[in-house]
């Protein structure tokens, strides 16, 4: 039998939220980000120590994927090279792929010239 309008209208009473959007809140945002206009941003890390780990974790995986995929032919490469290395750019550089891997830009690293891995502002990010 289903409730009456009574019974209805004392449950929606009890189940009301206290306030009509609770995530809404003011959240207390964690250490390493920042909020700038609305928007989170991780900041960039100054620890030595880190940007050494950083590096090296880079250029060991930059040297695994070189070492497989040294048989690999890559067609364009040198446009692609010389945008990423020219130190008048000012927009970042998008890589689309046809399907979805994690090994796309691993892969892509080892047939990129090892000197774009020596500093780390050249270094490619991927989400």
């Known amino acids: 039998m289903p409730p009456k309008a009574e019974e209805e209208m004392l449950m929606n009473e009890n189940f009301k939220m206290k306030e009509p959007y609770p995530t809404l809140k003011p959240v207390e945002v964690p250490l390493p980000y920042c909020v700038d206009h609305e928007k989170m941003i991780l900041k960039p890390a100054t620890n030595p120590l880190w940007n050494f780990t950083l590096w090296c974790t880079i250029t060991s995986t930059v040297l695994v994927c070189k070492i497989c995929t040294s048989s690999y032919t890559v067609y364009n490469q040198e446009p692609f090279v010389k945008t990423s290395m020219d130190p008048n750019r000012t ?31 050249r270094a490619r990010w991927t989400l």
């Open 91 to 121: 927009r970042p550089i998008l890589t689309v792929s046809n399907h979805l891997s994690t090994l796309d830009d691993p892969l892509f690293w080892g047939s990129i010239p090892f000197k774009n891995f020596l500093s780390l502002h």
